[in-house]
């Protein structure tokens, strides 16, 4: 089946060529089938080669598949080969698994959208590529699937493009992304420079042989991370992300949950033995990036009103979460992290597009409220994902997000309080979307007009709202629409249809059980359900001088008053995630204190308002003085330079005038002269 590999890309690109040709005729829902189903065929191709690989012994493992040469010029030879090993057939599972999941929940969603196709089309133009960025055994492969994503993301975040905020929530990830692509192709540059070649096989093994300097290896990791940066929404590059809520749902997790965010995550595991070869300066950049940015997005989440922007900027927290265990060494850690998040969060996400659709596009929670009742399914699926990203046990959330902080207690006592401050706001924030969407006070129907009147006779209330109506232009989802009240003002939330539901159900089991891919080693649990995860990814991170330089597993921690007060920390974990939930239902449920949302947080600390400041005017003026000096110093000297040619051209050019006297005179001076020169200033007789 390793063979067989190339069939992973292919069926996805199967789908996009067929509709494409005849997506029109295909219609709806024929169109979103096609590409479930091709989605779901590279989804158990990946099952049967996962199968294949199990079988093996863990040295054998990895296999390269090539296809063609691809870039053959002089001494870069670069193939269009596959990289088949335990990470990037786990990486496929979850892309294809959770792709296949939200293109069968998007025949539900964009039912009746008059581009129904075309939806489907880029959907599985983005599964394609993101295959290919996972699959590449070289950088450049992985470079044309980064790319294709960043494209695809901007037809789908702008998908609904005759609306102004959606055009320009599409333009600002392309150009963001644009500034840490720039990053990943100076490293492939400095790279071949290096060794000679963009294989991952070449560069990690001359990282391990020591043949990649320091210096190199520094370049190389920090130029790579700026890229993944970029792509998954880090700081100071995470803007584009909540504005990406603009896109249609399915987008939104498609993008958040499973793919495009987490292929910066992916990119730093996979070069893991450079890291080690970097300067010690880089993974601590990487941990702190990580640390500083979960905690930042969820302050902000703390305030937020959209149902999605919630999620989004919970999403930059999750993925902070990650990059902090690739900076402490925990790269078993991150990958299992990025699974259960690909469960829970796309969970979350559909969650969210189900409420929406039954309360008619309506996306502020403060109008909603009491959904429990009308949206049973939706509202008990949701609710498991927030108990897993929350972090309380059994659900998956808990033990990948404990062994991250784990990890960082062994590095940094610092890094350790970061993330569990983050962990009980992550509880305290989810907890509040889940009062105010599915339980709390009703705030839709009839009951909407009573609180909107009860909420104008309040003083406070009032200057809250005046206060606050800045904030709340800036964070209305541009797509959202109205409430449809009725003639009497009267309406009913309704649940999701079946394509709509069967997907959260799948999810909602997955976001239970997920973690059983990597428990600890605790005495309650057999060892036989030990470290799965860990044993099977082990001989791809598994590099070092010794374990305490390898970060596998609990390998990095091993003697260590972490490790050995294991059971005290996953105690100490549970009890944050209570704290945030039991906060949470006491400001919100219980109404015992009042909620404060500073309107700083709810505009995101204005730190995407100081760069559209700082962009639209002195950026704008500084920009326009380069173009000015390329236009008046740096043309004005090739025009200058061409004019001078020309002009001398001219002159001399009058001197050809087609008369052969004028030539033979010109010839008989030359000669006197010549020889004048020879005989009065050599002295030749």
């Not at 102004?164 to 192709?185: C, E, H, L, S, Y």
Request: aromatic share 10%.
């Amino acid at each position: 089946m390793v063979e067989l590999v190339w069939l992973v890309p292919a069926f996805p690109l199967l789908g996009f060529l067929t509709i494409l040709v005849g997506g029109r005729k295909l219609g709806e829902p024929l169109a979103g089938l096609v590409a479930t189903a091709m989605v779901g065929a590279s989804f158990l191709v990946a099952a049967l080669i996962y199968f294949d690989l199990l079988g093996m012994d863990a040295e054998e493992r990895s296999h390269v598949e090539t296809l063609f040469s691809w870039v053959p010029v002089g001494d870069l030879q670069i193939d269009m080969a596959f990289l088949v090993d335990p990470l990037s057939i786990t990486m496929c599972l979850f892309v294809t698994g959770i792709g296949s999941l939200i293109h069968l929940y998007s025949i539900g969603y964009m039912h009746g959208d008059p581009k129904f196709s075309k939806f489907f089309l880029y959907l599985n133009l983005f599964i394609l590529s993101m295959t290919l960025l996972v699959l590449g055994s070289n950088l450049l492969v992985t470079f044309l699937g980064w790319e294709g994503v960043g494209t695809c993301s901007y037809f789908l975040i702008s998908f609904w493009h005759t609306k102004d905020a959606n055009a320009t929530a599409g333009k600002k990830a392309f150009v963001t992304n644009r500034i840490g692509d720039f990053g990943v192709m100076l490293a492939m540059f400095l790279a071949f420079g290096a060794v000679g070649s963009l294989d991952y096989a070449v560069i990690n093994d001359s990282a391990l042989a020591g043949t990649l300097t320091t210096a190199t290896a520094t370049g190389i990791a920090a130029l790579l991370f700026l890229g993944a940066v970029g792509k998954s929404a880090q700081l100071p590059l995470y803007v584009w992300l909540p504005d990406a809520m603009a896109g249609p749902t399915p987008v939104s997790a498609l993008i958040h949950a499973a793919t495009m965010v987490t292929a910066g995550v992916y990119l730093m595991v996979r070069i893991n033995p450079v890291l080690g070869a970097a300067a010690d300066w880089v993974p601590m950049l990487i941990a702190y990036t990580g640390a500083i940015t979960a905690l930042f997005a969820a302050t902000i989440a703390l305030a937020q009103n959209d149902i999605k922007k919630v999620l989004a900027y919970s999403t930059v927290s999750q993925l902070g979460y990650m990059f902090l265990a690739v900076g402490t060494g925990a790269y078993v850690a991150a990958i299992f992290h990025m699974v259960t998040h690909a469960f829970f969060k796309a969970l979350l996400f559909l969650g969210s597009g189900s409420v929406i659709h039954g309360m008619h596009e309506e996306q502020d929670m403060r109008k909603m409220g009491k959904l429990f009742k009308f949206m049973p399914i939706t509202a008990s699926t949701f609710i498991i994902g927030w108990l897993a990203i929350a972090g309380v046990p059994p659900f998956a959330g808990f033990w990948s997000k404990d062994e991250i902080l784990l990890f960082a207690l062994a590095e940094s006592p610092i890094l350790y309080v970061i993330g569990i401050v983050t962990a009980i706001l992550t509880a305290f924030y989810m907890t509040r979307q889940v009062v105010m969407t599915f339980f709390g006070e009703q705030k839709w129907g009839s009951h909407a007009n009573e609180a909107e009147a009860a909420h104008l006779n309040d003083p406070a209330d009032t200057d809250a709202e005046t206060e606050g109506s800045e904030a709340e232009a800036l964070e209305e989802t541009p797509d959202a629409v109205p409430v449809t009240h009725g003639a009497h003002g009267e309406f009913k939330p309704h649940e999701s249809p079946p394509f709509m539901v069967l997907p959260l159900i799948v999810l909602a089991g997955l976001s239970v059980v997920g973690g059983l891919i990597q428990l600890p080693s605790l005495g309650i649990i057999p060892s036989s359900f030990q470290h799965k995860l860990l044993d099977w990814l082990e001989p791809i991170v598994e590099f070092g001088a010794g374990p305490e330089e390898r970060g596998i597993g609990e390998a990095i921690i091993d003697g260590t008053w972490a490790y050995d007060n294991k059971v005290l920390l996953i105690g100490i974990a549970i009890a944050c995630a209570l704290l945030g939930i039991i906060a949470g239902l006491a400001v919100y449920q219980r109404k015992m204190v009042k909620a404060v949302e500073p309107e700083l947080l709810a505009r995101g600390w204005r730190y995407d308002e100081a760069i559209s400041w700082f962009m639209g005017r002195p950026g704008r003026a500084g920009f326009q003085a380069v173009a000015d000096g390329d236009g008046k110093v740096v043309d004005g000297v090739v025009n200058g330079v061409a004019t001078l040619v020309r002009e001398t051209a001219q002159q001399v050019r009058k001197g050809q005038t087609g008369y052969v006297r004028q030539y033979a005179g010109v010839i008989g001076i030359g000669v006197v002269l010549l020889l004048g020169w020879f005989v009065v200033i050599r002295g030749i007789l």
